[in-house]
């Protein structure tokens, strides 16, 4: 089943504006990814943080985590049209892991020039 | 750097017949893992394996069969394909267990009719 769940489905913003994805999950996790498509292609990762980590910056993205409340948010920072995308959380179990990331349905994000 | 090759990039096939999508990835990844994505589902895993010689089953994996003859390479076979199994499909893999990010393949789009 769905671990993770994007929130909004769809989010539509200004070039330059600053865009911000929820994650909700629902088991212990060891740690949680953010990956980007864009469209007809493959994943790729973003960033990861650890189930001991609040925060985590890379770049223009922002990544909070809050175990407590089991849901993590992304935020772009000043948003370019190369950024338009469906952005994906996923998550890997306390378990370790081998089984695989379990993924949310996705956020689809539109930056409007 | 080739990372994770998915072969074919397209394919349509009739109700019934059979095929094998080929992932190869030249990372030297212990763990790969074979998803599909269908609209407004995310992704899904299918079946994964840890290591050379070992498979194991994912969320859905009905209808589906792997191997992992060779390292480098894990194969994904529909016995006789049913237009439920219309998806794109991604081939990963990764290095550990869940601790850092995986790498994709750019999908196979396929269609069963």
């Known amino acids: 089943s769905q671990q993770g769940e994007e929130d909004p489905q769809a989010l539509s913003i200004q070039e330059g504006e600053n865009a911000t994805m929820n994650c909700s999950y629902k088991?212990?996790?060891?740690?949680l990814q953010w990956y980007r498509q864009n469209s007809g292609r493959g994943l790729v990762h973003l960033i990861l943080?650890?189930?001991?980590?609040r925060e985590k910056h890379s770049g223009r993205l922002r990544v909070t985590l809050d175990t407590s409340k089991k849901s993590s948010s992304l935020l772009i920072t000043a948003s370019r049209a190369a950024d338009t995308a469906s952005y994906f959380c996923a998550t890997v179990n306390s378990g370790g892991g081998a089984d695989g990331l379990t993924f949310g349905k996705g956020t689809h994000l539109i930056i409007q020039p | 750097n080739a990372g994770v090759t998915q072969t074919p990039k397209f394919r349509v096939l009739k109700t019934g017949q059979s095929m094998t999508l080929l992932c190869a990835q030249d990372?030297?990844?212990?763990?790969m893992y074979w998803y599909r994505q269908d609209p407004g589902m995310g992704l899904r895993l299918i079946h994964y394996?840890?290591?050379?010689?070992?498979?194991a089953k994912g969320e859905v994996p009905d209808g589906y069969n792997v191997s992992r003859l060779k390292k480098q390479n894990f194969l994904l076979g529909l016995e006789s394909a049913a237009p439920s199994q219309t998806s794109v499909y991604f081939c990963?893999?990764?290095?550990?267990?869940?601790?850092?990010?995986?790498?994709f393949g750019q999908g196979t789009r396929l269609t069963v009719v």
């Open positions: 943080i650890r189930s001991n980590e």
């Open positions: 990963a893999s990764s290095p550990f267990r869940g601790k850092t990010e995986a790498f």
């Open positions: 088991t212990s996790i060891n740690n």
């Open positions: 394996s840890v290591g050379e010689g070992t498979t």
């Open positions: 990372m030297n990844h212990e763990y």
